[in-house]
Nanobody, 123 residues
Framework: QVRLAESGGGLVQAGGSLRLSCSISNGAFSVYGWFRQAPGKEREFVAAIGRGVRTTMYGDSVKGRFTISRDDAEIMVYLQMNSLKPEDTAVYYC??????????????????WGSGTQVTVSS
């Protein structure tokens, strides 16, 4: 059974940085993504990464501040978050789109999700 597990969340002051990790068990796939959901808001696309030409995709609100990366040897996906803002506060989820061949921001294409990790940015 494929499982994704996020780690690295926590409390940080505005302007600070955090690095989220996602470990993938029992499988390796082409496309991984990070999403987030704040209380009372819809789930929001954050970033996605493919394989081959190492394509990446970012949500408009995080471009230039967040970086997604992958380690295929360790089967890990990372999200480096810099210049954090209070509006980045949310539960962050790692997911994989097993049938996708390229990066996508469509959450309906992601079929396996982790349980999430809380990120809180104080002002």
């Amino acid at each position: 059974q494929v499982r994704l597990a996020e780690s690295g969340g926590g409390l940080v002051q505005a302007g600070g940085s955090l690095r989220l990790s996602c470990s993938i068990s029992n499988g390796a796939f082409s496309v991984y993504g990070w999403f987030r959901q704040a209380p009372g808001k819809e789930r929001e696309f954050v970033a996605a990464i493919g394989r081959g030409v190492r394509t990446t995709m970012y949500g408009d609100s995080v471009k230039g501040r967040f970086t997604i990366s992958r380690d295929d040897a360790e089967i890990m996906v990372y999200l480096q978050m810099n210049s954090l803002k209070p509006e980045d506060t949310a539960v962050y989820y790692c997911a994989t789109a097993r049938r996708a061949w390229s990066t996508t921001d469509d959450s309906s294409e992601y079929d396996i999700w982790g349980s999430g990790t809380q990120v809180t940015v104080s002002s």
